[in-house]
Antibody, heavy 119, light 109 residues
Framework: QVHLVESGGGVVQPGRSLRLSCAAS????????MHWVRQAPGKGLEWVAI????????YYGDSVKGRFTLSRDNSKNTVYLQMSSLRAEDTAVYYC????????????WGQGTLVTVSS | SYVLTQPPSVSVAPRQTARITCGGN??????VHWYQQKPGQAPVLVVY???HRPSGIPERFSGSNSGNTATLTISRVEAGDEADYYC????????????FGTGTKVTVL
């Protein structure tokens, strides 16, 4: 069955960096784009970024553009979210989710990893 | 960017019908997806492309979309349906690939 497992979350000081990973299994990873979606404590869902199935295109939400970078290693079935210049407002649970196409829904989600930005 | 507006909360008695709306400018021309999120859990897709249910989702969940409003309908509501529900569209024209609605908390009385 489809499995997405995020890791790398934790407590980090403002201005520092952190890298999240999302390990996929149970499906053909190279057939899917991968999203990151975050949810601040007690708030709604916010789209963060998407990377194409082959890594050829990446798009970012306005709030993270220029600070976050997506990559993927298809040999390891893993996608990475490199977060830099972190701010308090980046505090959230970060979910990875797969999608079959740009307009398609996110049909499977990981359980999320919590990032807390605090001094 | 595209804005999707949902009522903050909907209350419904067991075995009754809950309707959750998602308002957006000409949303009827978009494909709308709906997610259910229970406390402490990841979102789960319950309706996609306006009206379709993924495998494993009960027939009690249905969707519609026309004009400026999309609707998720939950028939014969059960206690286990209590959750937050989010609508979502894709807005590639602005580069904001996923736009989520504000979310609706469904409470089963």
């Amino acid at each position: 069955q489809v499995h997405l497992v995020e890791s790398g979350g934790g407590v980090v000081q403002p201005g520092r960096s952190l890298r999240l990973s999302c390990a996929a299994s149970g499906f053909t990873f190279t057939n899917y784009g991968m999203h990151w979606v975050r949810q601040a404590p007690g708030k709604g869902l916010e789209w963060v970024a998407i990377i194409w199935y082959d890594g050829s295109s990446k798009y970012y939400g306005d709030s993270v553009k220029g600070r976050f970078t997506l990559s993927r290693d298809n040999s390891k079935n893993t996608v990475y979210l490199q977060m830099s210049s972190l701010r308090a407002e980046d505090t959230a649970v970060y979910y990875c989710a797969r999608t079959s196409d740009t307009a398609a829904p996110a049909d499977y989600w990981g359980q999320g990893t919590l990032v807390t930005v605090s001094s | 960017s595209y804005v999707l507006t949902q009522p903050p909360s909907v209350s419904v008695a067991p075995r009754q019908t809950a309707r959750i709306t998602c308002g957006g400018n000409n949303i009827g021309s978009e494909s709308v997806h709906w997610y259910q999120q229970k406390p402490g859990q990841a979102p789960v897709l319950v309706v996609y492309d306006d009206i379709h249910r993924p495998s494993g989702i009960p027939e009690r969940f249905s969707g519609s979309n026309s004009g400026n409003t999309a609707t998720l309908t939950i028939s014969r509501v059960e206690a286990g349906d209590e959750a937050d529900y989010y609508c979502q569209v894709c807005d590639t024209t602005t580069g904001h690939f996923y736009v989520f609605g504000t979310g609706t908390k469904v409470t089963v009385l």
